[in-house]
């Protein structure tokens, strides 16, 4: 009986030591090696809003490019995106890309989109009535706007402000989902809903509405 009960003791403390050293183990890699906690609702609420937007400006009809790089946080947005879009049975998407980061900090959910990039997709997809980028809205050249072969509605989520109103200007642009630069936001408090989140920390730009974006420093 005593032996017995020393073999119980000893397994009790096998398992225990082996639940402790799981436990630090999750500790450490939750420290300095899990991805970084996100907002998920806010970042619904943008993918949503983007598929909302697409479908309006092309009348619930036509065929889409998107522009997207990896991202916890784009991951989250793509799916709410394509999840809201097929609510508009008529827009298809042809094709997305996910551009190689090449581990550059510029990437990232509203911006990275180059002039030249934007350039070789659009020329690729002649035929796509809309792009969607998730990487903001390049910044192209003149010498870039005369290489385009066609010219698709532009949707994008953009970081930043700067550099809209001369994208709206040369009707490249089309609707911009951008960071909030108006203040106060019109929501207040905590949010409650996908589209307060959105409200509180983003707003939509239209051409008819450009007149409102703040000017780049070059203007």
Request: proline share 5%.
């Amino acid at each position: 009986m005593n032996s017995q009960n020393a073999s119980v003791k000893n397994g009790v403390l096998v398992v225990g030591s082996i639940l402790v050293i799981a436990a630090s183990s999750f500790w450490i890699y939750r420290k300095h090696f899990a991805a970084p906690r996100i907002n998920v609702a806010l970042h619904q609420a943008v993918g949503r809003v983007m598929a909302e937007e697409t479908a309006g400006l092309l009348n619930n009809e036509g065929k889409i490019v998107v522009i997207a790089v990896e991202s916890p946080e784009l991951r989250v947005q793509l799916e709410a995106f394509e999840k809201t879009l097929g609510q508009f049975k008529k827009v298809t998407i042809k094709k997305t890309y996910m551009v190689d980061t090449e581990n550059k900090p510029k990437y990232g959910p509203g911006s990275g989109l180059s002039g030249p990039r934007l350039v070789r997709i659009v020329n690729k997809n002649p035929n796509a009535d809309a792009i969607v980028s998730f990487i903001g809205a390049a910044d192209i050249s003149e010498a870039e706007i005369g290489q385009l072969q066609a010219r698709p509605r532009l949707i994008a989520e953009s970081r930043s402000a700067e550099n809209l109103k001369t994208l709206f200007d040369k009707q490249l642009l089309h609707v911009a989902v951008v960071s909030r630069f108006q203040f106060p936001a019109p929501v207040e408090g905590n949010p409650g809903t996908l589209r307060q989140w959105f409200d509180k920390r983003f707003q939509i730009v239209r051409p008819e509405s450009a007149a409102t974006l703040p000017s780049s420093a070059a203007e």
